[in-house]
């Protein structure tokens, strides 16, 4: 069951020329689906591979009609403000609803284990 | 006490011309140096804005000897892969020391904060 209301929740990563960095995000998204299910799940890129927010969405199946974009980026510059919003907007039809979440960054589970590995490298104070 | 022998550990952000990007970055790096004090890191930028992670090396005190930067980043992509590499390379003297670490998204804190958030967008499988 998805919170929220969503049928589906696409991953979307920045995007990068070098294959090697897709790594970490596929890493993340394999251990999403196997408990979630493909179904529910997928993984996408802004820019620069594949595949894309629009892939994504050309591969939704036929009865999703909300689907919400989680940005796993660290903070909200212009793509996540004006790019990624016009890609969604492009993408949205009066059957499908598409919601951009606020990136993985501003979650507090996330900017606390920031801080905590800082520290780890920081050591005692 | 710093881990590892680094005198001073700069975070490095990769940067971006909006300047509310920032914010998130600033929030962490206020916090960390409540705990640290100034003279234990500093926050620099890889690109697009300042300061520069020049800027950080030009600002340490005399008696920093080690330094480690850690890549507020996800991933590693070219950026990680040459650019940095290619900037430390520069800042580097027979004096000064400057490591890099992996990306603070490699760190098992953070990629299982990153599982929990989106888990917690899931809502229960």
Do not use: C
């Not at 009865?63 to 510059?77: H, T």
Request: charged share 20%.
């Amino acid at each position: 069951m998805l919170s929220k209301n969503y049928d589906h929740i696409i991953l979307l990563a920045h995007g990068s020329p070098d294959p090697l960095w897709k790594q970490p995000f596929e890493s993340i998204y394999n251990e999403v689906t196997e408990i979630y299910g493909a179904e529910k799940s997928s993984l996408a890129y802004m820019e620069l591979t594949t595949p894309t927010l629009e892939d994504a969405v050309a591969a939704l199946d036929k009865d999703v009609r909300s689907v919400a974009v989680l940005p796993l980026f660290l903070a909200v510059g212009r793509h996540l403000r004006k790019d990624v919003p016009a890609q969604i907007e492009a993408l949205q039809t009066d059957d499908l609803s598409i919601e951009l979440l606020p990136p993985i960054g501003d979650d507090l589970v996330v900017k606390n284990a920031m801080r905590t590995a800082i520290a780890q490298h920081l050591g005692s104070a």
